[in-house]
């Protein structure tokens, strides 16, 4: 169904992606970007800065504080206004859709 959906090659985790995007209504929040789990993929990579921001916009205080989806994860536009030149893939790798 996703190849019907979204036609191309070699596309496959991208397709599968935007199906499951197009298919889940929004209430469910699939298209929202796990923000911690980004900021951790920024940290390895050895964006300190970026993942702080990241951090200090979306789950400030403690580490050892237990969150939820909701209270941390955002859109992609929420991303980009604190982090402006994160390219959108990076973002949209870290969706709950693509982490599935």
């Given at each position: 169904m996703a190849a019907q959906a979204c036609?191309?090659?070699?596309?496959?985790?991208?397709?599968?992606?935007?199906?499951?995007?197009?298919?889940?209504?929004?209430?469910?929040?699939?298209?929202?970007?796990?923000?911690?789990?980004?900021?951790?993929?920024?940290?390895?990579?050895?964006?300190?800065?970026s993942a702080l921001k990241l951090k200090e916009a979306f789950f400030p205080g403690s580490d050892l504080l237990i969150v939820t989806g909701a209270e941390v994860d955002g859109g992609e536009k929420d991303i980009l206004a604190v982090l402006p030149a994160l390219d959108l893939k990076t973002i949209r790798g870290h969706s709950y859709a693509a982490l599935l």
């Open positions: 036609p191309g090659r070699r596309i496959d985790r991208v397709r599968f992606v935007q199906f499951l995007i197009r298919i889940t209504p929004s209430v469910h929040g699939i298209s929202a970007i796990s923000t911690p789990i980004l900021a951790a993929r920024l940290r390895l990579a050895g964006d300190l800065r």
